[in-house]
């Protein structure tokens, strides 16, 4: 994989808490940036990252997940957007979710389970993905973040109050271990 590994950003930036700029341009930086991106994914170990994970103010996602069925899922979404059931036929998963912008806690956090996403390839050409299971989640999850908004931002305060202190807890934990490193 080709690509520069950049660090994650993290929970409070404010790059990470606000709407990020549409893709105008569909170019040779755009496509280094999606490469850096997927680097940054996958030294993270992660199975999405939104460009502003990395710093960067686009709404720009990438993604290597699967669906429910395990079949493996790999792209980009330039300015997405998410569709996802209501009414009667609409099922929500309640799985476990994390974020390598807020490392360390996880919350079940009900998503509908399946999501549609529109929006653009690397060319500027129009796509759409349909997706269940991890998939699903994960295409809600990193369009939440080009919106400003993270997975904690949807828990109930309780949760939130307590995925927050894990995440500090976390990077205490991280501290000292660099320190005793140092």
């Known amino acids: ?9 993290l929970f409070g930036a404010p790059v990470l808490h606000r709407p990020c700029r549409p893709v105008e341009h569909f170019d040779d930086d755009l496509a280094r940036l999606a490469e850096d991106m997927f680097a940054s994914m996958y030294a993270a170990r992660g199975v999405g ?15 290597d997940c699967p669906d429910q069925d395990g079949e493996r899922h ?3 979404v330039a300015n997405p957007t ?16 994390g ?35 991890v998939l ?14 993270l997975y904690i931002d949807r828990l109930p305060a309780r949760a939130r109050k307590k995925a927050l202190r894990e995440f500090e807890a976390h990077r ?6 660099a320190a005793r490193l140092a």
């Open 1 to 9: 994989m080709t690509g520069t590994v950049h660090p994650i950003t």
């Open 49 to 63: 990252l939104a460009a502003n994970q990395i710093g960067v103010d686009l709404r720009l996602f990438v993604y």
């Open 74 to 76: 790999k792209g980009i």
């Open 82 to 97: 998410v569709e996802t059931p209501t009414g009667p036929g609409r099922v929500l998963d309640d799985s476990e979710e």
């Open 99 to 133: 974020c390598l912008s807020v490392p360390g806690p996880h919350a079940s956090l009900p998503r509908p389970d399946t999501a549609v996403c529109r929006g653009f390839d690397l060319s500027g050409a129009p796509i759409t993905i349909e997706g269940t299971g």
């Open 136 to 149: 699903a989640r994960c295409l809600q999850h990193e369009t939440d973040h080009l919106n400003g908004r």
């Open 172 to 177: 205490s934990d991280d501290a000292a271990d």
